[in-house]
């Protein structure tokens, strides 16, 4: 499926200030959705390539945005409404997935259904339309639970739509199912958004920074969900040494995702009175990518003192 682009979130810690940051990936922007050319482990085909949420963590500070908010509206058991399916289209789904639904379902009616709702779903995603994805997901996923692709599309929409609870019932669930990790990130962000307790952040985290599989952007995301988790918990050096670690390892590439990394090390630096190594970071993020983020208002900031 093709790269997706994201709405645009606030960077962690401060908000970008003039200009637009644009899409994700089209002009180096964070991509919540990953990197799909490289989903890693034994099958790379397995995996549907969903949006997996390689940015800067950001569910905690939307559910505390939404703390005085009304309750979401109890839904109902029953059985979510067949969605109507376009009759003229094929699945467009990894060859794994579709021969998974085949093995669970069978070759029948049933299965192309669901097979098409999945890949109707995940173009929804796609284009940005939670309004198709959910609950077409919602059917396929109640009529075929023990499909892991379904499970961690449903959970990405979930996750999308600030759907934090749910999300990460789904996505443990995917986990469970096909025992990858490389949602991880949207696990431990889940976590982090509801409030759970720090290790289970961290552990969470760290299984998939610690899967030298798993695609290198997922990884990044998970040192940034790691990081900011001990920061907030109050142990901001903590935070930086995760970063530090994770940079060290990958070298001074400038791929997005460790730019990413180094921007979230620069604001935790700034957070932890250490302005060298603010500038250092920003300036290497500004170096590779001038209009990345609010990354030259950082460094003039800096500059003032």
């Known amino acids: 499926m093709p790269e997706q682009q994201p709405p645009e979130r606030t960077p962690r810690g401060r908000q970008a200030r003039g200009g637009s940051r644009g899409g994700p990936r089209d002009d180096q922007r ?3 959705r990953g990197n799909r050319g490289s989903r890693g482990g034994p099958d790379e085909d397995r995996s549907l390539g969903a949006p997996t949420g390689a940015r800067v963590p950001v569910g905690l500070d939307r559910a505390r945005a939404k703390a005085g908010a009304l309750p979401r509206q109890s839904r109902s058991a029953a059985a979510p409404p067949r969605p ?10 990894p060859k794994a997935v579709q021969r998974e639904i085949e093995r669970v379902i069978g070759r029948n009616r049933r299965g192309d259904d669901i097979a098409l709702a999945l890949s109707v779903g995940a173009a929804a995603i796609d284009e940005e339309r939670l309004d ?16 892991a692709a379904v499970r961690e599309a449903y959970g990405v929409a979930l996750y999308l739509d600030e759907q934090y609870a ?15 990790v490389d ?3 949207l696990i431990a962000d889940c976590l982090r958004a509801l409030g759970r307790e720090v290790d289970r952040v961290v552990d969470a985290a760290a299984e998939l920074l610690e899967d030298q599989r798993a695609p290198e952007d997922r990884r990044a995301e998970a040192a940034i969900v790691w990081a ?5 918990a109050g142990d901001v050096g903590a935070g ?10 990958v070298g001074a590439g400038q791929a997005e995702h ?3 990394v180094r921007y979230v090390a620069g604001d935790l630096a700034v957070r932890d009175g250490d302005p060298d190594a603010a500038r250092e970071q920003f300036g290497l993020v500004g170096g590779a990518d001038p209009d990345y983020l609010d990354v030259a208002e950082r460094l003039e900031d800096l500059a003032r003192g």
């Open 132 to 147: 198709v994805a959910l609950p077409t997901l919602a059917w396929a996923k109640h009529e075929a639970p023990r499909i």
């Open 240 to 249: 930086r040494a995760v970063l530090r670690g994770y940079l060290a390892r």
């Open 258 to 260: 460790v730019l990413r």
């Open 166 to 180: 749910p999300a990460l019932s789904e996505l443990q669930a995917y986990k469970r199912i096909s025992g990858r």
């Open 30 to 32: 964070g991509d919540r």
């Open 183 to 185: 949602q991880n990130h």
């Open 228 to 232: 900011s988790t001990l920061a907030d």
């Open 84 to 93: 109507v399916l376009p009759e003229d289209e094929t699945p467009q789904l």
